[in-house]
């Protein structure tokens, strides 16, 4: 038993270390999200996910709470520069983080109007837009900046 148990210890700590990039370097690759980019894109499917189920369940209290990590994740996700400017001229770079930030912000206000018509007790309006609105930002996103 106590072996079992140091393997699961041993097992969890070395998922944590690479997940969290103490283990590994970074890949450089072309195609590679950034390690912040990268936990951030999976904290928003994982609320998004968490969120849609809460609206299904007409629960406020959950939807609220994974709306807040959704938009953290956003605000934090915004900050860095997405993987395909590694391999750009400077300029080009630049206009792509911009172009990057600008499509963040955009999901950033549409989680606000989502939030304002969950306040509103409006849980169909609030499906609508996460499956139109913000379904089409993310899709538009992972076109132009996850190619």
Known sequence: MRHTRTLCVAL???AAA????F?????????QS????????????????????????????VAYRQLQIL???IIDAKAQK?????????EQAEATTTAFRKTMAELLMATCRLEITLADGDFEGAKSMMRDDIGNIIDAGHRDFNP
């Open 82 to 90: 997405p993987a395909i400017t590694r391999q750009m001229e400077d």
């Open 71 to 73: 938009q953290e994740s």
């Open 12 to 14: 969890l700590t070395g």
């Open 34 to 61: 950034s390690p912040i980019i990268h936990r951030k894109m999976e904290q928003m499917a994982g609320a998004m996910e968490q969120l849609d189920a809460a609206l299904n369940d007409g629960d406020t209290k």
């Open 23 to 31: 283990a590994t370097q970074p890949d450089r690759s072309r195609n």
């Open 18 to 21: 690479v997940s969290f990039g």
